[in-house]
């Protein structure tokens, strides 16, 4: 079974750093694509962030230049440095990946738990 396990969420004050890891585990081929999503209480979720497996990297216009997507395709991670921390970056994120399951191509998107990330003084 393929699954997508995170970790690195937690308290932090304004302005500070944290770093979000998403590793993947099962029978995986390779790891086309890698998200980051983050949903704050009473919105609805919102892509962060999104890496391919060449690396190519976008982001979210409210995070471009605080935040950091890179992936580890050895080590089927993903990681997410968030740097100059808002209270409004407050939220659950949730890592999505796209895995490609058997080298014929088929895939599964499959979904991380979601991680906590308060930003409060």
């Known amino acids: 079974q393929v699954q997508l396990v995170e970790s690195g969420g937690g308290l932090v004050q304004p302005g500070g750093s944290l770093r979000l890891s998403c590793a993947a585990s099962?029978?995986?081929?390779?790891?086309?694509?890698w998200r980051w999503y983050r949903q704050a209480a009473g919105w609805p979720r919102e892509l962060v962030a999104a890496?391919?497996?060449?690396?190519?990297?976008d982001y979210g216009d409210s995070v471009k230049g605080r935040f950091t997507i890179s992936s580890d395709n050895a080590k089927n991670t993903v990681y997410l440095q968030m740097n100059s921390l808002k209270p409004e970056d407050t939220a659950v994120y949730y890592c999505?990946?796209?895995?490609?399951?058997?080298?014929?191509?088929?895939?599964?998107?499959?979904w991380g738990q979601g991680t906590l990330v308060t930003v409060s003084s």
């Open positions: 999505n990946a796209v895995v490609i399951v058997s080298i014929y191509g088929e895939y599964l998107e499959i």
């Open positions: 890496v391919t497996s060449g690396g190519i990297p």
């Open positions: 099962g029978s995986i081929f390779r790891v086309n694509n």
